[in-house]
């Protein structure tokens, strides 16, 4: 008997696994304002074909649908699809639709179909980065842009923070693992752009910031990420096993009431700074 067709794709990406466990949702609902915030800033307007690229529930690809653009958004997870759609019609919104996909491979989109392509921590990290540009730059038309935010390995702020204090209580990666952190580093962004035949001098970048909000304190922050954010979890689940769960806990803890900016230890806002990386095509 054969496997049927979603074991299959989480065998040949196991991004999907990852993203599926938890509920990222509850990590995505702190990011909202940051989200909206951003996209004012890209000169979205109506009318415009955008596509938005492991889009989650729609943090970014939302408040593009509410300036009036056409939205696309593509995820992995299938929780995060439906949780986007549903969000989707809760609002009332037209002219946007969420569905799975995969970011190396973005089977039945045309060649140049998008006015912008977007991709707020997303194709980051799926595999195969170079295939991710060339599906990127393939979809997007000539004169238009794509715009990425990628977390920056070693950053001293809040999420390339998390992604190095989990890693050091998981088992090494297997054999040919790319790190996603990769992204945030401009040499790295030009050389797999560059096979697609983009320039150097047609990528830009700026560092800009992305806050997470809650009414809530960081410690259940440090909940949230614990019990519904995929690389959390599995740091968690390998720690337990060596008797180190604490001591995650308490790292991160430390992390993330350091980092809180809000005055108020009931409440919770932590900037995390990010590559934005803008291509034009």
Known sequence: ?????SAQQTAANPNKALWEKGDFTRISETMRESGAALIDKLGINSGMNVLDLGCGDGTTAIPAARLGAKVLGVDIARNLVAAGNKRIQEE??????????????????DDESFDLVISIFGAMFAPKPFD??????????????IIMGNWIPGDPTLVAQILKISSAYTPPPPEGFVSPML????????????????PPEK????????????????????????????PTMNAFEAAEKSGK?????????????????????????????????TVAC
């Open 183 to 198: 992204w945030g580093i401009e040499d790295h962004v030009k050389e797999r752009f560059g096979k697609t035949g983009i």
């Open 245 to 277: 769960s604490a001591e995650l806990q308490h790292e991160l803890e430390e992390l993330f009431n350091r980092e809180n900016r809000s005055g108020d230890s009931g409440s919770t806002s932590i900037p995390a700074t990010f590559l934005r990386v």
């Open 1 to 5: 008997m054969s496997e049927p067709a």
């Open 92 to 109: 009332g919104l037209t002219g946007i639709s969420i569905r799975e996909g995969d970011a190396t491979n973005l089977e039945g989109i």
């Open 132 to 145: 991710v540009a060339k599906e990127m730059v393939r979809v997007t038309r000539h004169g238009s842009q």
């Open 203 to 230: 990528i830009s970048f700026v560092k800009d910031t992305y806050t997470f909000n809650a009414p809530f304190s960081p410690s259940a922050l440090v909940e949230r990420f614990k019990n519904y954010y995929g």
